[in-house]
């Protein structure tokens, strides 16, 4: 029954398209409009599936862009607009992860990850270059020479 | 009838995996040469079978027979021909009975063609192929039975997603499958080698045509899906950093990899285990790829099954699978001996930290992936992980590797000197940066990415053409007669560099505008003169579409009438956006009609996507080179030949 709610639910957004950043919204002031979009770009949608709300077709996204650019207007500088969407929304809708907490785990795992490879790898390389070469051609195991035998009887 | 035929073969293929899974692996353990042989039909009866239920199942969507429970669901009689036979695989059950067709086809192919292979390691591969067949066809029969069927035939089905019906989608599946799938036959290489307890230049001159078939093909699908994204979404991005989309880029970045580690151990018999690891990784983030997509446990756009059960029952094959592939590793890995010696500046040490960085690059896009999940079950947090990130965490690896890379591809085996290997490539990089320069400030704006992205992808195709001139010794006639793998590897690191340039021009200097466009009053658009001539009504197969007409003027002169369409599917009461595009050499112009306007007029939006196709064509390049290198005639002497590892190692003719 939820389910069936929420589909037609979807349709209905999907049946009446409000096409992502409408003419009418832009603002008149280029620089300000950019740094708009620039904003835009990172705050997730609230109800879509992983789509910005300057891409998105949802009505709450339409009022997303507005509110940000209402913000703007008002003088708030780019990270004011941003917490002010967050303190509301929650840290969902930011596409771009706070390096808070757990966070960090996710943010420094990458370099942390390569600068260890890098020393595994040192020391892997090391090791080749002092080992000594094995025998130039592998010997047989035995069911290749089985297998060898039973090529030579035939 | 013939649907039963269908569901009957599918059963049987079932029954058919299990012989083949069991039978050969005791044969292979006992040394009983009987046994072992039962693979190679049983590999062969698998594919048929499979073959006979997915005709059966395409016939149900061709002739539209509603009585099938899917066919009903996904398909409508007004549907062209060409999306009722796509539309097989646009559904779960559908796709994973392609599947497991893929997998049977590998299976089949690894058995004819490995007459050359030692029929211990022949049966083992086999059989661990219809382990992962015989998991795949118990989840297709019990939780996603593609024929089970309606007690009362509707008279009409529900249709098919729109944004589905497309051809750069129709076949973008079955590429992603094959690459997918081809993995797959890496994984049974590798534990097959494990239960043989050896790996040996031999191995891993069978692993790596496989391996590089799959990368060629996961290549394509990828190029194909994002072209869609860019095409069909309307707004001209390329790549969302979606969790689907990632789910098939980390196969692909631990598939190219492999194929590198891969040649280390063929030429130089170091780096086994590493490459044994890899190929166990490659399969098994191919399994995650299929968990992610089928059980939507990370709901994105893409995602349209989202029953749990499947989920689980994917979870349940994933952890066995790359479980017990990962234990075996873990008991067996130290029985790999390396020989090859080499020195700290060599190209076998290029060749591990190219491994290094693609591991870690994989890492990072896994993680990404999979936070939001994890910061959700273990901190409580709802919180999502998007495109920002994954620039800022992902981008630096793709750098530092476009950076090494020519050096890296011209340094010779064992010992390399740095000094010289540099020196040849002084003339490529000055080029380099020199066009690099050129495009930083011929760019509105002087973006530095351009000037990166620019300068690294000129790097690598002037590094490339360094390495194959150096190859030939300065002399024509020798290029031609270089081996086919040089050309192609020369040719993929040269695809790479392309796709580099398109990505960074693209993000640098794309140009958009968005207004509301009178009929018949021209506006312009970074020096480009666009009027909307007329806007009309025009009557699809299973559409209504609003179509535009636009006409695209520069200096006074006509570059093209262009159609923005705006569709209505009206079975699922689903629009969808026909961008319209006009592609040079250079640039797109990318047009989107909107809604009409209150006081006249229509919503426009115009993008000028500078360097567009470059990217996909990058991506063709590197497929071409991977097939290059594929047809190369060590392959088909390997393939033909009966060689064994008595082959010395050295004897490597593309040295």
Partial sequence: MLKKLVLSLVLLIWAAPIYAVQPSEVLKDPALESRAREISKVLRCPVCQGENIDDSNAAVSKDLRLLVRERLQAGDTDTQVIDYVTDRYGEYVLFEPEKTGANLLLWYLGPGALLLALIGGFFYVRSRRNASEGPASPALSSDEEARLKELMAD | ???????????????????????????????????????????????????????????????????????????????????????????????????????????????????????????????????????????????????????????????????????????????????????????????????????????ARWVRPWTLAAWVFLTIGIALGSWWAYYELGWGG???????????????????????????VEKRESLKSWTILLSIMAFGFSLIGTFIVRSGVITSVHSFASDPSRGIFILGILAFFVGGALTLFAFRAGSMQ?????????????????????????LVVFVGTIWPLVAEMFFGRKLSVGAPFFDQAFTPFMIILALVLPIG??????????????????????????????????????????????????WLVLGSATELWTRAAGSPARL?????????????????????????????????DIRVAQ????????????????????????????????????DGKLIATMHPEKRIYPVQRMPTTEAAIHTTFLRDIYLVIGDPQQDGGYAVRTYIKPFADWIWAGAIIMALGGLLSLSDRRYRVAAGARKTSTAPTHATPAE
Avoid: C
């Fill in chain 2, 1 to 203: 009838m013939i649907n039963e035929l269908g569901h009957f073969a599918l059963i049987l293929a079932l029954g058919v995996a299990l012989v083949q899974a069991t039978v050969p692996l005791v044969g292979a353990h006992k040394g009983w040469r009987g046994w072992m042989a039962v693979g190679d039909p049983a590999a062969i009866a698998q594919f048929l079978l499979l073959v006979v239920s997915f005709a059966a199942l395409t016939h149900a969507f061709v002739v539209s027979d509603f009585s099938l429970k899917l066919v009903w669901a996904n398909s409508h009689t007004d549907k062209p021909m060409l999306y009722k036979v796509t539309g097989v695989w646009g559904n779960h059950e559908g796709s994973m009975l392609l599947w497991v067709l893929i997998l049977a086809l590998f299976g089949a192919a690894a058995a004819f063609f490995g007459g050359a292979l030692p029929p211990r390691l022949r049966a083992r591969v086999l059989s661990i192929q219809a382990w992962i067949g015989v998991a795949f066809l118990a989840f297709i029969i019990f939780t996603s039975n593609p024929f089970t069927r309606l007690t009362e035939a509707p008279f009409n089905g529900e249709g098919m997603n729109p944004l589905l019906q497309d051809p750069g989608l129709a076949f973008h599946p079955p590429f992603l499958y094959l690459g997918y799938v081809g993995l797959s036959m890496a994984f049974s290489f590798a534990v097959a080698a494990l239960l043989e307890g050896r790996v040996d230049a031999t191995w």
């Fill in chain 2, 238 to 264: 390329f790549w969302f950093w979606d969790p689907v989309e990632n789910a098939s880029f980390m196969p692909w970045l631990l598939a190219a990899a492999l194929l590198h580690s891969a040649i280390v």
């Fill in chain 2, 338 to 362: 390396a020989k090859g010696v080499f020195s700290m500046v060599s190209r076998e040490t290029a060749l591990v930290v190219n491994n290094i960085l693609l591991a870690v690059a994989a």
């Fill in chain 2, 409 to 458: 591809a011209m340094m010779p085996w064992k010992r390399a000197r740095l000094g010289r290997t540099v020196r040849r490539l002084v003339p490529a990089f000055v080029l380099a940066l020199a066009i690099g320069g050129l495009a930083w400030s011929l760019e509105t704006g002087n973006s530095l990415m351009a000037l990166i992205a620019t300068f690294l992808g000129s």
């Fill in chain 2, 480 to 512: 031609r007669r270089l081996p086919r793998a040089d050309w192609g590897k020369a040719t993929a690191h040269s695809g790479l560099g392309i796709t580099f340039i398109g990505i960074g021009l693209l993000l640098a200097g794309s140009v958009e």
């Fill in chain 2, 519 to 554: 009929l018949g009053q021209p506006f312009t658009v970074d020096g480009y003169e666009i009027t909307l001539q007329k806007v009309e009504a025009v009557q699809g197969p299973n559409y209504t579409s609003t179509t535009g007409t636009m006409v695209v003027k520069q």
